[in-house]
């Protein structure tokens, strides 16, 4: 009876990737999770004073709705990516999905006692893409800042030589010249509790959109930018 078994050098390729995929899922649903928890307990607290403050509890509580629902998207997207599929190519507008994304985003700013700037310059322009991998990029982006123990962070849209860009700039540690390639290495991190998967996955997601990732290093902050390309952009036209 033939053997139900991989072929031996097929074992480590395939327990690697099941390694890469499993710590992609660690990574990216903590992130919507911790949303979940920090606005919950906001909630919790908001309900408790005396009187209650109903209006921002609820607000906190839409939060948690969504960060709840980012978390299953961003496993779905996940196995998709996974499957090598391809992303799921809807016109969505980039600066809305941003803003959401941020939304998540800004329980743990607040917790860190970070500063965060707002500049969009993307207005009516859509990205024809998966709108859910694109947060998902964003939000690694700002999770990466987070870790780099910033004072401020300022987040950037704009047209920059017919690409759309979204750029995230914080004036923490900064990235060593040494590693400035091996951090988008899967597995690879900088941090005892990393998993290595952050900017891995934002490049990989990047790409499947025809895009690119890259970092610099501007007036003493260090700058993630990720770049759509003119033929993925599509502004509808005004009546």
């Known amino acids: 009876m033939a053997s139900m078994h991989p072929p031996p050098d097929l074992r480590p390729a395939r327990l690697n990737a099941l390694g890469e995929f499993a710590a992609s899922i660690a990574h990216e649903v903590k992130q919507p999770l911790a949303a979940v928890k920090l606005n919950a ?3 919790l607290a908001l309900l408790a004073q ?3 403050r109903v209006d921002e509890a609820r607000a906190a509580l839409r939060v948690l709705t969504e960060a709840s629902v980012a978390a299953g998207d961003m496993v779905r997207s996940l196995h998709a990516m996974a499957r090598r599929a391809e992303p799921e190519h809807t016109p969505f507008l980039i600066d809305d ?4 994304a941020l939304r998540l985003m800004r329980a743990e700013l607040r917790r860190h006692d970070i500063a965060l700037s707002e500049h969009y310059g993307l207005e009516g322009i859509q990205l024809c893409g998966d709108r859910v991998q694109l947060m998902q990029a964003l939000m690694n982006l700002v999770r990466n ?3 780099a123990r910033p ?3 300022t987040l950037r849209t704009a047209l920059a ?3 759309a860009r979204i750029s995230v700039a914080d004036d923490g540690a ?5 590693l400035a390639e091996r951090i988008y290495e899967p597995l690879f991190s900088t941090k005892p509790d990393g998993t290595g ?3 891995a996955i934002c490049r990989g997601i990047a790409e499947a959109h025809g895009g690119r990732l890259w970092h610099s290093r501007e007036a003493g902050d260090t700058a993630f930018h990720l770049s759509f390309k003119e033929h993925t952009l599509w502004t509808p036209s005004r009546s």
């Open 97 to 100: 999905a941003v803003r959401e």
């Open 145 to 147: 800042a987070i870790e």
């Open 151 to 153: 004072r401020r962070l």
């Open 197 to 199: 998967m952050g900017l």
């Open 41 to 43: 307990e906001a909630c």
């Open 50 to 52: 005396d009187p209650p």
């Open 161 to 163: 030589g017919g690409a």
């Open 174 to 178: 900064g990235v060593p010249a040494a």
